[in-house]
């Protein structure tokens, strides 16, 4: 095993770690990719929201790796926002205590927040990443330590891999030759991290794609994929229209994950190949839910909240799914955990470490049973002023409640444009540029669809699902509402249960030191964001 050369070769210089006590960490990561795989709908309650549109998913290798380790079936991130998202799990903190990285248009990282990937490196592992790690951008000051760990000399065109596979195979090529050109462009890039690293060092590799993030070819789930958009009929969720233009929007996503997978297994072959499968803990999951379709990224609902998580390796029990609740700050302290590094005190994050070891399944952890999220601030402008739309909620096992601390705001940006006979903005150029209106929303046929037919009786429900300005506080009984699409903040059958989550909710806010719920969030609503990182 390389564990023992890497062992014996620590020994000769007198380090005080022995490798074996430090598994190599892959980290695989994607962009807007939500709790979409195979396995999910082999392994969901009849109802459950994942015995849906996981059934057309197609995720071999994410399930292989689920199967050999432990699939968490409530893993949610802390923020559906790709930049707070990452920061909260770089750092293992709630987003809000991460200064400017609390936001994604203006974010600035703070150096003097410790960051789990350079931390391995300070502990002795050879780093290196491929495509998106943090945004914006990767500069000196990162989370990753800039593009001096970047490895992307095979290329960097698989984020935009249906639009380029159906490029190249409209060139000439199979469809399957045009894929492999971008499979190969991901092993090579891994192949020269391996070729790079040190191998009497373990190593920590993080592989970022974005080809689950908008935008993707139109069609392309079909015809790259074979994924049928009418087989989806029925099967789409009750607050998305189950209309053609949705289906095939639908299915051209899952065509992404179909994609995003197929990566997957080239790099786990390459890492097979370099002998060190036995030697690497594998983390897989991704930083928030489907983007350009309401109540996904953007939301604190659980389709825009909840993602796919595996974990297999070293010191796993695997072959089991576990329910439960994780959220993804406890990546770093698991991670840091693993490598025998020493877990910073400002983590707020707890190790996954008792729930890996065990040989349990189902709940495993009786005090895991909630977890929160929020969000700030997305996209500037989507707002007048630059002002966020801030939000907190617990997920709590058979409920989820969500406080709207600006209920007054437009939730995914202001859409008055579109009711306004002066402006300049044409009907035409909001269906063609569909990023104009609601900008929190990213652009797309779901998107396009909702704000052309918002006129109508059938389409202004839908509309209004993804627009319209909320109350206050939400409150969903996912037992008897998987979907989350009655509320029942004010209904009095509900009053103790409400109350007794907005406490919880509350008090962790304010022990966990949230700047929302001080002076009126005051910190938040004057951006750009001063004052000292948390």
Known sequence: MKLLLRFAVFLGMGATLSAAEQPNVLFIFADDWGRYA??????????????ALNEFARTPVFDEVASKGVLFRNAHVNAPSCTPCRSALLSGQYFWRTGR???????????AIPSFPLLLRDAGYDIGKSYKVWSPGQPVDAPFGGQQYGYESAGNRFGNFSEVATRLAGKGRTIEDAKKVLYDEVRGNFRSFLAKRDPAKPFHYWFGPTN????????????????????????VPPFLPDVPEIREDLADYLGEVAALDSAMGVILDELKQA?????????????HGAPGFPNGKCNLYTFGTGVSLAISGPGVKGGRVVDDFVNLTDLAPTILEAAKVEVPAAVTGRSLWPVLKSDKSGQVDPERTWT???????????RENFLPYPQRAIHSGQYLYIINFKPEREPLGSYAALDKKDQALTEQRVADDTRAVAADMDAGPTKSWLISNRSTDFGRRYFDIAFAKRPREELYD???????????????AYAEIRAGLETKLLAEL???????IENDGAYFENPPLSGPAR
Do not use: F, M
């Open 38 to 51: 195979s396995i999910y709908h082999r392994n969901a309650q009849p109802g459950s929201p994942l015995a």
């Open 101 to 111: 990285g609390a936001i994604l248009s203006g974010a600035k990282w703070d150096p």
């Open 212 to 235: 689950t993030h908008r935008k993707w070819q139109r069609g392309s789930g079909k015809a790259l994929w074979g994924i049928d958009p009418e087989a989806l009929k029925g099967k």
């Open 275 to 287: 002998g060190e499968s036995d030697d690497t803990l594998i983390v897989i999951s991704g930083d």
């Open 372 to 382: 929160l999220t929020g969000r700030e601030r997305h996209v500037d402008g989507a």
């Open 478 to 492: 996912l037992a008897k509402d998987p979907y989350e699409t009655v509320n029942l903040a004010k209904d009095p």
């Open 510 to 516: 304010k022990r966990s030191g949230d700047p929302r």
